[in-house]
Nanobody, 126 residues
Framework: QVQLVESGGGLVQAGDSLTLSCTAS????????MGWFRQAPGKEREFVAA????????VYGDSVKGRFAISRVNARNTVYLQMNSLKPEDTAVYSC???????????????????WGQGTQVTVSS
C-alpha cells in the first residue's frame, strides 16, 4: 500500500507560479510511475503530467505543456509539479497518483494508476 499526500495548493493570481508536492508513505515510489491529474467543478478528470520510475520518460497534457514541469526525488519519496504562468482555467483539485502503466502511451490514463492522494485545491484568479 502507498499513501499519497499532496501539498502546496492555494489561491494565486493569473501569471503566478506554484509548486505542488506529493509525498508518499508506506512504500517507496521508486517502483511506480507517478502522475498528476486535476478535476475542476463540473468537469471530467484531466491528465496533467506523468513521470516514469527513473524520470527518463515524461509526458504532459496538451493544456499544460510548456508551462508545467513534473519531477521526482525518489530518495525523498516525493514528486513535484512546478506550475508556471498559471491561468484561471488551471483552477482545479490536483491529485497525484502512483501506478505501473505498462506502456508509455498509457501514462495519460487514470485507470492505470492504483493509488491516489486526496488532492489539493489550486485556485487561479484573473
Amino acid at each position: 500500500q502507498v499513501q499519497l499526500v499532496e501539498s502546496g495548493g492555494g489561491l494565486v493570481q493569473a501569471g503566478d507560479s506554484l509548486t505542488l508536492s506529493c509525498t508518499a508513505s508506506g512504500r517507496t515510489i521508486s517502483t511506480y510511475t507517478m502522475g498528476w491529474f486535476r478535476q475542476a467543478p463540473g468537469k471530467e478528470r484531466e491528465f496533467v503530467a506523468a513521470i516514469s520510475r527513473s524520470g527518463d520518460n515524461i509526458v504532459y497534457g496538451d493544456s499544460v505543456k510548456g508551462r508545467f514541469a513534473i519531477s521526482r526525488v525518489n530518495a525523498r519519496n516525493t514528486v513535484y509539479l512546478q506550475m508556471n504562468s498559471l491561468k484561471p482555467e488551471d483552477t482545479a483539485v490536483y491529485s497525484c497518483a502512483a501506478g505501473s502503466p505498462r506502456y508509455y502511451r498509457n501514462y495519460r490514463q487514470a485507470d492505470e494508476y492504483n493509488y491516489w492522494g486526496q488532492g489539493t485545491q489550486v485556485t487561479v484568479s484573473s
